[in-house]
């Protein structure tokens, strides 16, 4: 692991703080942001909320299950 490396950082302190958040959204949301820091339209913030609400339905339905 690259300590320079912003996702490897986002991760490592995500597991030091004990947050309940899957590795897999963190690393989706980091690559969303990442890819779309320097468009002019700035629709990230949208993409970024159906990234969370779609892995909050997933964590639902797991529960119901």
């Given at each position: 692991?690259?300590?320079?490396?912003p996702?490897?950082l986002?991760?490592?302190?995500?597991?030091?703080?004990?947050?309940?958040?899957?590795?897999?959204?963190v690393?989706?949301?980091?690559?969303?942001?990442?890819?779309?820091?320097?468009?002019?339209?700035?629709?990230?913030?949208?993409?970024?909320?159906?990234?969370?609400?779609?892995?909050?339905?997933?964590?639902?339905?797991?529960?119901?299950?």
């Amino acid at each position: 692991m690259n300590k320079s490396d912003p996702l490897a950082l986002l991760l490592r302190i995500k597991e030091e703080k004990g947050f309940q958040v899957s590795d897999d959204l963190v690393v989706d949301c980091y690559q969303l942001q990442k890819e779309h820091q320097y468009d002019k339209d700035r629709t990230t913030l949208k993409k970024m909320e159906a990234l969370i609400e779609n892995a909050l339905n997933m964590n639902e339905e797991d529960k119901l299950l």
